[in-house]
């Protein structure tokens, strides 16, 4: 029987997931207005969200090792939460800078792309190594722990990106979802935050 702290840890794997897929597809939206929607747009995203789930994993584990507990996994949700809510205020006068600054059009894309969404994506990708951290109970059980937080990330990278590009995006515009989707990490911390504060009320 799963224990409250895993459904949570689980449920918060599901939907970092969502959300990182989720600004995947809709940073194409953000680049647009710019940089079209060209090839060099989405090897670029590509490149740029694979970059920060590398660096992202190897600095959660570092991290989940240290102070594994859901307070500093709150306040990792929380700094990605924040670096989002940001984009909607700062894309479109950013994009226009750096689309002015005559450089080479495929760094240009790679730039930007670097300046918008490696810092959250980083942050998002840390949250992996954290929930295999909190789940595991056995060393004989690592195995099968991370790869139940994997598939469960899995499914939500699949359901973000399928909620914002079969329905968001016809929805609502480009603003409305990128704050939703940091809307949702910031729920996530506090939640965190929460469960972590009860669990010190009892000991």
Do not use: H, Q
């Not at 990792?76 to 005559?102: C, D, K, Q, W």
């Not at 704050?179 to 009320?201: F, P, R, T």
Request: charged share 10%.
């Amino acid at each position: 029987m799963a224990r409250p702290l895993d459904i949570l840890v689980y449920g918060v794997a599901f939907l970092s997931g969502g959300v990182l897929l989720g600004l995947e597809i809709v940073a194409s939206r953000i680049l647009a207005p710019y940089f079209g929607n060209s090839v060099y747009v989405w090897g670029s995203l590509i490149s740029v969200f694979l970059l920060a789930l590398s660096i992202g994993y190897w600095l959660g584990g570092v991290l989940a090792d240290r102070r594994p507990s859901l307070g500093t996994l709150a306040l990792v949700l929380i700094t990605a939460a924040v670096f989002i809510l940001v984009l909607p205020l700062v894309y479109l006068p950013v994009g226009r800078f750096v689309s002015e600054l005559n450089l080479e059009f495929r760094f240009s894309v790679l730039l930007i792309s670097v300046l918008f969404f490696l810092v959250p994506s980083v942050l998002m990708g840390m949250v992996s190594p954290f929930a295999i951290k909190l789940s595991a109970t056995a060393l004989e059980e690592i195995g099968r722990t991370s790869g139940r937080v994997y598939a469960i990330s899995t499914l939500g990278s699949i359901s973000g990106a399928l909620a914002v590009s079969f329905f968001l995006i016809e929805w609502f515009g480009t603003r409305v979802i990128v704050v939703v989707l940091g809307l949702v990490l910031l729920a996530l911390s506090l939640i965190c935050m929460s469960y972590d504060k009860k669990c010190a009320n009892y000991i």
